[in-house]
């Protein structure tokens, strides 16, 4: 059974930092890109980051540049998304999502986890 379970995500005041954490398991994680994507109320879904199944960082929004980091821990199954200078407009219900590399499926997606910024 493939699962995707985010978690590390709450409220914090602008400025402040917070982890994200996915833990996957049911597939071979090594083999899969990992991305993190948010959805703010009343806005489209959007990629925030991706890594490669080596680790290699694919891309980060404009809107989180020097901000947010992507990493992964292939022994582990986890990938994490470290947020920092965090800003009112970050706050969103972040999804981790997995797709095989090199094939575009199987594609999976984790249930959410909210993040609020605010004072």
């Known amino acids: 059974q493939v699962q995707l379970v985010e978690s590390g995500g709450g409220l914090v005041q602008p400025g402040g930092s917070l982890r994200l954490s996915c833990a996957a398991s049911?597939?071979?994680?090594?083999?899969?890109?990992m991305s993190w994507y948010r959805q703010a109320p009343g806005k489209e879904r959007e990629l925030v980051a991706a890594?490669?199944?080596?680790?290699?960082?694919?891309n980060h929004a404009d809107s989180v540049k020097g901000r947010f980091t992507v990493s992964r821990d292939n022994a582990k199954n986890t990938v994490y998304l470290q947020m920092t200078s965090l800003k009112p407009e970050d706050t969103a219900v972040y999804y981790c999502?997995?797709?095989?590399?090199?094939?575009?499926?199987?594609?999976?997606w984790g249930q959410g986890t909210q993040v609020t910024v605010s004072s």
């Open positions: 890594i490669t199944s080596a680790g290699d960082i694919m």
């Open positions: 049911g597939f071979t994680f090594s083999s899969f890109i």
């Open positions: 999502h997995a797709v095989r590399m090199g094939y575009g499926y199987p594609l999976y």
